[in-house]
């Protein structure tokens, strides 16, 4: 199974230049946890996330109303393609400790794939598992 057959399409993004503010209503709105910044195109710069707003933004104690998106968001994001086998992408998932994995076409933002898709789907229920368990392991081991 590849990933575009468990990935949800074309997610909701925010803009690079958009206020935090507008971000927070966003995840707030949604119940999302995480935001793809894309740009023009839906290029994927970046990915915001609830925690990047609390530590990067509201305990640094920058006004969320006047701090872009650009300014806090995680700039360094792994993706995987939408052709990629669903255990390449739980790996990669596991080993960098990541809950969700944008799925990029060319650097343009198709889809996202989280722990939840696998836990949904029977076939793959242990995958989601087992790359928690590798999440919170690391986590404990801090």
């Known amino acids: 199974m590849l990933v575009k057959d468990l990935m949800t399409p074309d997610p909701l993004t925010i803009s690079p230049e958009a206020p935090v503010s507008a971000a927070a209503r966003l995840l707030s709105r949604y119940n999302l946890g995480v935001l793809p910044v894309a740009g023009n195109g839906k290029q994927l710069c970046g990915v915001l996330t609830d925690r990047d ?3 990067r933004c509201v305990a640094a104690e920058k006004a969320p ?29 596991a080993q960098e400790q990541v809950r969700r994995l944008p799925v990029t076409d060319g650097g343009r933002l198709v889809g996202l794939l989280s722990l939840g898709d696998f836990s949904a789907n029977r076939e ?15 986590f404990i081991q801090r």
């Open 124 to 138: 793959f229920a242990m995958e989601a598992s087992a790359c928690l368990a590798e999440i919170c392991r690391n």
């Open 53 to 55: 707003i609390v530590l």
């Open 65 to 93: 109303e006047k701090t872009t998106v650009r300014e806090i968001m995680t700039r360094r994001v792994l993706s995987a393609a939408p052709g990629d086998e669903l255990e390449k992408a739980a790996q990669l998932m």
